[in-house]
Each structure stands twice: as structure tokens, then as C-alpha cells.
């Protein structure tokens, strides 16, 4: 099962084989059904999550009691409430499966050990992070100057797995959307 995170990182960075093998020996395997959280609010994020199989999401509830999606996960990416796993402090967050997934998991201590033995896994992380920052700025400036048939249109160019995965709820909360407003811009599409 490390084989294909094996094959991630190496598609990044090339640790000595001893430096690799100790990190996947570290990795925790775990089957995560569809709706199942990894994470509720209100408690510590115990776990940086690679997601081998399916897709996660980050959520919070907000004062009206309306779900609001922060982030999705698929297939060959790291997963996790950044703020709660690296200051220990109580999530904001709740993570939960969108579809029957297959995670490998790693803790904190694990994580940082690793990272202060190795400069190529440390380089790893910080070019996954960095990505990972790219994105989530690409998105906050496209939902500031896009309209919302015009964000709807690029975060399917970017993104159609998530299109054909993730429920319509979903994908608006992520936009900023009411489902109303998503499946007016999805027939507009059609037409």
C-alpha cells in the first residue's frame, strides 16, 4: 500500500532508500467508509492523511447552521487541518470521507522526526505545501474576480474529477454557491 506514495514522492524528490523506507514504515494504513469523519471539531488533529483511494473534505458549520466545504482531497494527495496538526490546538474543522477512501495516515511526532532527519522528504513536504498554498490562492483570488458561471467554468477546467465525484451540495458550499445557483449554472451549461 506505500507504493503508491512511494511513487509520489518520488515523482518529487529522491531520498536515499534507507531515509524513504523509514518514513513508509511510519505510515499507518486506514479503510475510511463514505461520511465517516477523521476529524471533528472541537478536538485535536492527530493526523496528516495521503489519501490512497477516494476523496476527503474539510468542513465547519457556521453561526446559521449551514455546512461551508474549505477543501477536497483525491487520490495522491496529503490531507489534513494544517492549523490543528501543526499547533496542536483544538480544530475549527471537521474532516470527513465523501466516498468510501483508503488513507495512510502519520502523526505529528512521526512526521516532524522524519523531517528533521531528512533534507529530501523535508523538501517534499515543503513542495507539497507549497502547491497546496497555490492553489487555495488561486481559488480565494478566482471567487473574488469570477463570476460565479465564470468560477463554476474554471474550477472544472482545473478540477473535472470533482465535478463527476463530489455531490452538488458540496461542490457549492466549496464555490460559495447555494445548490440553486450551481444547478442553474450547470443547466445554463447544457444548453
Not at 40 to 63: H, P, T, V
Request: glycine share 4%.
Amino acid at each position: 500500500m506505500t507504493e503508491q506514495l512511494k511513487n509520489h514522492i518520488l515523482k518529487f524528490v529522491t531520498p536515499p532508500d534507507s531515509e524513504l523506507q523509514s518514513f513508509l514504515n511510519l505510515m499507518e494504513f486506514e479503510d475510511v467508509k463514505n461520511k465517516e469523519y477523521l476529524l471533528k471539531e472541537g478536538r485535536y488533529c492527530k493526523y496528516q492523511y495521503f489519501i490512497l483511494e477516494g476523496c476527503l473534505r474539510s468542513f465547519f458549520i457556521n453561526k446559521k447552521g449551514v455546512e461551508k466545504v474549505v477543501n477536497f482531497g483525491i487520490e495522491d494527495w496529503w490531507f489534513t487541518n494544517v492549523d490543528s496538526f501543526t499547533n496542536q490546538t483544538l480544530s475549527a474543522l471537521n474532516i470527513q470521507a465523501a466516498e468510501d477512501s483508503k488513507v495512510l495516515k502519520i502523526s505529528k511526532s512521526k512526521l516532524d522526526y522524519i523531517l528533521q532527519n531528512s533534507l529530501e522528504l523535508n523538501r517534499y513536504f515543503r513542495s507539497i505545501l507549497e502547491k497546496v498554498r497555490i492553489a487555495d490562492q488561486r481559488r480565494i483570488q478566482f471567487m473574488f474576480n469570477l463570476s460565479g458561471e465564470e468560477l463554476y467554468t474554471t474550477f472544472n477546467d482545473y478540477y473535472p474529477d470533482f465535478v463527476q465525484r463530489v455531490p452538488q451540495y458540496m461542490l457549492a458550499s466549496y464555490l460559495g454557491f447555494t445548490p440553486e445557483f450551481l444547478s442553474k449554472i450547470r443547466n445554463k451549461k447544457k444548453q
